[in-house]
């Protein structure tokens, strides 16, 4: 049962456009939403997050939009660049049990073309 | 500094063969420390926590195994391999809530 889900798994976008990831999760008690950028053979690396009292963080070029009662949160990336071309793994945060876990879903792969 | 180490970075074994990976983190004491794996073309599963030495929490019914010695050092283990291991496998320390989790660089497993 995938608690944080990303139904898209790629996206193709013309570069200086925008880019626009979805995720969606199930679980209300998620704190903190988080999305990670992966190159192949890396490990991911933290692009932006938003805690769960917020609906929106702007980072530069990427904005994290967070809707609380739909359950769902979208990386919008503008203007796209051929750099951008990565997974992005969207990932919330589990206190369940007294730990913090990550959960992530299962990525969208990103293409950014010239 | 703060860096996480993971070492190898690829691995082929056959089947039925032990595994050891380990990850080792620099400029941190008592870290939170974590295991995921993504198998081909899915997302990343979490396999093993550990919130201090000695202390480890599996997160799925596996062939794997996860142990921590030492405070900045977690160990990935299994003692026979299958097919079904392959994937790549990830540490990860978490530094703070709002920036999740630091990752290491990852091990490509292959079973054959």
């Known amino acids: 049962d995938q608690q944080v889900k990303q139904n898209s798994p790629s996206l193709s976008v013309q570069e200086g456009r925008i880019s626009i990831l979805n995720c969606d999760y199930t679980?209300?008690?998620?704190?903190?939403f988080l999305w990670y950028k992966k190159y192949p053979a890396e490990g991911p690396t933290f692009l932006i997050s938003?805690?769960?009292?917020?609906d929106k963080n702007e980072d530069g070029r990427f904005t994290v939009f967070l809707n609380k009662s739909a359950k769902h949160l979208s990386l919008h990336i503008v203007p796209s660049q051929p750099g951008d071309s990565a997974v992005y793994f969207c990932?919330?945060?589990?206190?369940?049990?007294?730990?913090?876990?990550?959960?992530f879903g299962a990525g969208t792969r990103l293409a950014v073309h010239p | 500094s703060q860096t996480i180490h993971q070492w190898p970075a690829t691995l082929v074994q056959p089947v039925g063969s032990p595994l050891s990976l380990e990850c080792t983190v620099e400029?941190?004491?008592?870290?939170?420390l974590y295991w995921y794996r993504q198998a081909a073309g899915r997302g990343l599963q979490l396999l093993f926590y550990?919130?201090?030495?000695?202390?480890i929490s599996s997160e799925v019914p596996q062939n794997l195994s996860a142990s921590r010695p030492q405070d900045r050092q977690f160990i990935l283990s299994s003692k026979k391999l299958l097919l079904s291991d392959s994937g790549f496998y990830l540490c990860?320390?978490?530094?703070?809530?709002?920036?999740?989790?630091?990752f290491g660089s990852g091990t490509r497993l292959t079973v054959v």
């Open positions: 679980n209300s008690m998620f704190d903190y």
């Open positions: 990860a320390w978490r530094i703070q809530v709002l920036y999740g989790y630091t």
């Open positions: 550990s919130v201090g030495i000695g202390q």
């Open positions: 938003i805690s769960s009292i917020k």
């Open positions: 990932a919330a945060t589990d206190f369940s049990g007294g730990y913090n876990k990550l959960i």
């Open positions: 400029g941190t004491s008592n870290p939170n």
